[in-house]
């Protein structure tokens, strides 16, 4: 069958062509990375890290002004012991905090998330009759993950020329925000909430006077109830006059204090007491237990919460587009000197940053990895040819692979990219061991129809190209089998390696050879044509040169005069028979001194030309002389078994000891030979400086970013949590 394969797409090269188009344009609409070419974009969903959190979601319930201990016994107990009985429920966690319960539910990792949440809901809604106080509803979080959180700003006054120029009260710029910021971001699309932080809420209060109610006989439950019947509208049936038809209604919402001040508490002796007659009604702000502070100054603003599932860049794209749209119909006011004050949604927080840093990271590496292999494989097998051939395999599994972490649900994020970077040496082997076959059959067998050549060399390494590749993707199945956290960490890198590698096997035996065809076979006899082609090789690198492109210049120009020299003058074919290699090796070193800049961006780039030039040199010698030396060496060992043995069996016993410790290693020695070995110098001396290799969870990010989160005393009020960060702020 996979000759056939082979055979078919060998022999049907415009079908060949066709796929080759069909999987780079595909690959390049679905690439995380950010690449204009003109394509429509359907990207694989793109985050900095993996989500590992559970399967959760929160039941939140309010109950203002009770305690801790209040919230749990009438609230929290009675809500999780209802909600234990919930199919596929792992674990519960409860929190009871001053006036709020948070109910944490986990389920398995096998349920489904809004599955989950449409039984918790059933739950909720079959609640016995009394089984909470009266008044008190829970509800369920919002349908996110611990990640969900992707987009911070703030509300700030800013003047024509975009500086601050302040002017609006914190209540006013939370009534905006409440009020017109939040429904607006909430319709764009992928947003599962926008929470508002900071500011007051504004709020009619009523401040009771004890001694004008003790005199009119008026109680507290009184003028509560005054309140609530006060503020409603009451419908009623309809009139008909002169055969028009009028709906009467009683109007009784509260629309300013002088409303709600005339409500009536009672009647005495035909007389109304009024609330005003009983107590101070104002607008004023609510009590809070939260704030948001920047740079040491009160704010207020809103969080951005992502829809689970959903894409975070396309999502934080959405919310800009919306903020866009918004942002001339927001209120301003004139200031006092005149100047204008305009509200202004200003981001604090926006984790496109971390994203673009973080995949920023793994595209440079996979570029330089590219790079790096084609200096290598340009050096090694010395013919121009084989090494595009050979590098042109890369690109096209990488994305293919692109694909398929679109459709099996795969997201770009530092881990799973990294399973890209890890197969890329396995990827190239691929393509050498088939390349080099092509090459030897063509030195071998000259005579021989080139398209049946390739045929036959392919056909020759596909059992020994799968059977190394897929016993790599079989060695990875443990990684699929993992659950919990470590299996979301992980299974994306065995997901993305188990892709490219797949990716290289269908590329080098389907599309490879039809590639090989078309290299090796392009080699035109006539003299004039081939001066023809060089010369409009040199005419389109001088176009490249006149755009800016030195680079493809460089190339393009000093392969097409040093065939062009070859052609006019043959004596000098010999001297100048890799002259091409050499101008596409200086090329590549360039571009990677560009790129890596080993010596720092301060550097020149001649200085990190010669200094990757020299690491390339050094490290390529070493391995020449390693393959010149090999036969010597192997004989050395096979002559001599027994003592060479001992070098691998030290190496073994080196490296367990530098894994778990010298002193859980050789702990016997103290058994042996006495406790006061621990105190002998050399013991002490390896025991110190061999403790053994420390465990991490999760790997250490470096992307310039950092997260302060202080911890405040349980007992400190919200005025001195609101100091002490002010103080933060402005120190850091």
């Given at each position: 069958m996979i000759n056939n394969l082979i055979k078919f797409f060998l022999y049907n090269r415009l079908v060949t062509f066709l796929l080759l188009v069909i999987l780079v344009g595909w690959g390049l609409v679905t690439a995380p990375f950010n690449w204009q070419v003109g394509l429509p974009k359907d990207p694989v969903p793109v985050d900095a890290i993996p989500d590992i959190g559970e399967n959760q979601q929160i039941v939140f319930t309010e109950w203002a002004g009770r305690s801790p201990q209040d919230i749990e016994d009438q609230i929290t107990y009675p809500l999780t012991s209802s909600l234990l009985g919930l199919?596929?429920?792992?674990?519960?966690?409860?929190?009871?905090?001053?006036?709020?319960?948070?109910?944490?539910?986990?389920?398995?990792?096998?349920?489904?998330?809004?599955?989950?949440?449409?039984?918790?809901?059933?739950?909720?809604?079959?609640?016995?009759k009394g089984l909470l106080p009266d008044g008190v509803q829970p509800s369920l979080g919002p349908d996110a993950t611990a990640l969900g959180q992707i987009f911070w700003y703030t509300l700030e006054g800013r003047d024509e020329e975009g500086n601050p120029a302040g002017g609006w009260d914190p209540q006013e710029i939370r009534t905006v925000q409440d009020y017109t910021i939040k429904y607006a971001l909430s319709s764009a699309s992928?947003?599962?909430?926008?929470?508002?932080?900071?500011?007051?809420?504004?709020?009619?209060?009523?401040?009771?006077?004890?001694?004008?109610?003790?005199?009119?006989g008026v109680t507290l439950m009184d003028i509560t109830k005054a309140v609530r019947e006060s503020n409603r509208d009451i419908g009623a049936k309809t009139m008909e006059i002169n055969q028009a038809e009028y709906l009467v209604r009683g109007l009784g919402y509260v629309k300013s204090l002088e409303d709600l001040e005339s409500a009536v508490v009672k009647t005495v002796n035909n007389t109304p007491i009024r609330i005003k007659d009983v107590a101070f009604v104002s607008v004023g702000p609510a009590s809070r237990r939260g704030a948001l502070d920047k740079s040491g100054a009160e704010a207020v603003g809103g969080v951005v919460?992502?829809?689970?599932?959903?894409?975070?860049?396309?999502?934080i794209e959405n919310v800009k587009a919306k903020i866009k749209?918004?942002?001339?119909?927001?209120?301003?006011?004139?200031?006092?000197?005149?100047?204008?004050?305009?509200?202004?949604?200003?981001?604090?927080?926006?984790?496109?940053?971390?994203?673009?840093?973080?995949?920023?990271?793994?595209?440079?590496?996979?570029?330089?990895?590219?790079?790096?292999?084609?200096?290598?494989?340009?050096?090694?097998?010395?013919?121009?040819r084989a090494s595009i051939l050979i590098s042109s395999l890369l690109p096209i599994a990488v994305l293919m692979c692109f694909i398929a972490m679109r459709y099996f649900g795969v997201d770009a994020n530092i881990v799973a990219l990294s399973g890209i970077a890890i197969a890329i040496g396995t990827m190239v082997d691929v393509g050498i061991v088939l390349t080099e076959n092509v090459s030897r059959h063509l030195d071998m067998k000259k005579?021989?129809?080139?398209?049946?050549?390739?045929?036959?060399?392919?056909?020759?390494?596909?059992?020994?190209?799968?059977?190394?590749?897929?016993?790599?993707?079989?060695?990875?199945?443990?990684?699929?089998?993992?659950?919990?956290?470590?299996?979301?960490?992980?299974?994306?890198?065995?997901?993305?390696?188990?892709?490219?590698?797949?990716?290289?096997?269908?590329?080098?035996?389907?599309?490879?050879?039809?590639l090989a065809y078309w290299f090796f076979g392009f080699q035109p006899k006539n003299k004039r044509f081939r001066m023809v082609l060089n010369a409009i090789t040199v005419i389109i690198g001088s176009v490249a040169l006149f755009n800016g492109l030195w680079l493809a210049a460089l190339v393009l120009i000093g392969i097409g005069v040093s065939n062009l020299f070859q052609l006019v003058k043959p004596q000098t074919e010999k001297y100048l028979k890799h002259s091409a290699l050499i101008v596409?090796?200086?090329?590549?070193?360039?571009?990677?001194?560009?790129?890596?800049?080993?010596?720092?961006?301060?550097?020149?780039?001649?200085?990190?030309?010669?200094?990757?030039?020299?690491?390339?040199?050094?490290?390529?010698?070493?391995?020449?002389?390693?393959?010149?030396?090999?036969?010597?060496?192997?004989?050395?060992?096979?002559?001599?078994?027994?003592?060479?043995?001992?070098?691998?069996?030290?190496?073994?016993?080196f490296g367990i000891t530098i894994w778990q410790g010298f002193d859980k290693v050789f702990g016997f020695m103290p058994k042996v030979f006495g406790d006061e070995i621990r105190t002998a110098k050399l013991y002490s001396n390896l025991n110190h400086s061999l403790p053994g290799i420390g465990k991490e969870f999760m790997p250490a990010l470096d992307e310039g970013a950092f997260l302060l989160m202080p911890t405040s005393m349980p007992h400190a009020g919200i005025e001195q949590n609101k100091e002490v960060l002010k103080m933060l702020d402005m120190a850091v």
């Open positions: 199919p596929g429920v792992k674990t519960i966690r409860s929190s009871s905090i001053f006036g709020v319960s948070s109910i944490y539910i986990i389920f398995n990792e096998d349920v489904e998330f809004y599955w989950s949440r449409s039984r918790i809901l059933e739950k909720l809604n079959a609640l016995p992928g947003v599962s909430e926008v929470a508002s932080v900071g500011g007051f809420v504004r709020e009619y209060q009523i401040d009771i006077d004890p001694e004008a109610m003790k005199g009119f919460v992502a829809r689970y599932g959903s894409n975070p860049m396309e999502v749209d918004i942002e001339a119909g927001l209120p301003s006011k004139v200031l006092a000197d005149g100047r204008q004050s305009k509200l202004t949604i200003v981001p604090f927080y926006d984790r496109t940053q971390l994203i673009q840093e973080t995949i920023g990271t793994l595209e440079e590496a996979l570029s330089l990895e590219i790079i790096i292999t084609v200096v290598v494989v340009i050096v090694m097998l010395l013919n121009l005579d021989q129809k080139l398209v049946d050549l390739i045929y036959e060399a392919s056909k020759e390494v596909a059992p020994a190209i799968i059977t190394a590749v897929m016993t790599t993707v079989v060695s990875f199945i443990p990684v699929f089998t993992l659950e919990a956290a470590e299996g979301k960490l992980f299974r994306p890198l065995a997901f993305t390696k188990t892709f490219a590698l797949v990716a290289a096997i269908l590329v080098a035996l389907l599309i490879l050879p039809t596409a090796l200086v090329a590549v070193n360039i571009l990677l001194a560009e790129e890596w800049a080993p010596l720092g961006v301060q550097g020149s780039v001649f200085l990190n030309f010669l200094f990757v030039a020299l690491i390339i040199g050094l490290t390529l010698g070493v391995f020449s002389l390693f393959i010149k030396v090999y036969p010597t060496l192997l004989n050395l060992t096979l002559k001599n078994r027994k003592t060479f043995l001992i070098i691998p069996a030290f190496i073994v016993l």
